[in-house]
């Protein structure tokens, strides 16, 4: 059975969610502390954790950036907050999805199965490495090497740029790309996609012969010069 680990100090709300994901066949796991939260994401090793951003002793930021950095388990953040900026930092720092509160179960057990089913795509990827003209890409690792240089990357930039070069050539549209790297909650969020096509060109503008172009209205497409 799948394990599901929720970081949460609301007690009503971790019940809730205890009842209802246990409805759903889930073996549910509780800490209530960030610091509780990690020691079980480490010694139980779940198969998804949900955090929630406000804990009493640490950031759930801080517990997404700790889990990220031993586990690539998918990882749902909760918060009430909606500002772009806190959605955006959750993703840089390994989330795989952020839920607003209030949120209702069945929303919550979509986006649990989404996550799930991504994980499993990323496992049937190319293992090892991969070439694309001067870009090698280490899909175990999630590194991406070009001209010799190591580029720093994200997770989601990783995913997204993945994407694009398995399509290279060809337009991804927006809603395309959002459902693919993001998930089948996120088809309407262009704003996240422009963020992190912006970071990407920045990043790999450096070298000059890797271009992620513009098909307005449309979506984009890489190429290499």
């Known amino acids: 059975m799948i394990k599901i680990l929720v970081i949460d100090d609301d007690r009503s709300l971790v019940r ?126 999630k590194q991406v090497i070009i001209s010799g240089s190591q580029l720093e990357l994200t997770n989601k930039e990783f995913e997204l740029l993945v994407f694009l070069i398995k399509h290279a050539g060809k337009t991804c549209t927006h809603q395309m790309i959002l459902q693919n790297v993001w998930g089948d909650g996120y088809s309407n969020e262009a704003e996240y996609l422009r963020v992190y096509i912006y970071r990407l060109r920045k990043k790999l503008g450096e070298f000059g012969n890797i271009s992620i172009d513009s098909i307005p209205g449309i979506g984009y497409s890489i190429s290499s010069r």
């Open 16 to 141: 809730a969610l205890q009842l209802g994901l246990a409805s759903k066949h889930y073996v549910v796991d509780v800490a209530i502390t960030g610091s509780e939260g990690l020691e079980k994401a480490f010694e139980g090793k779940p198969d998804l954790v949900i955090v929630d951003l406000g804990l009493p002793d640490i950031d759930g930021l801080e517990v997404c950036e700790a889990i990220r950095g031993w586990s690539d388990i998918p990882i749902i953040v909760l918060s009430a907050s909606d500002i772009e900026n806190r959605k955006v930092a959750a993703f840089d720092l390994g989330a795989d999805d952020y839920v607003t509160k209030p949120f209702g179960m069945q929303e919550l057990e979509a986006r649990i199965r989404n996550a799930l089913r991504h994980k499993a795509q990323l496992s049937n990827d190319i293992k090892g490495n991969t070439l694309w003209h001067n870009l090698e890409i280490d899909f175990i690792h």
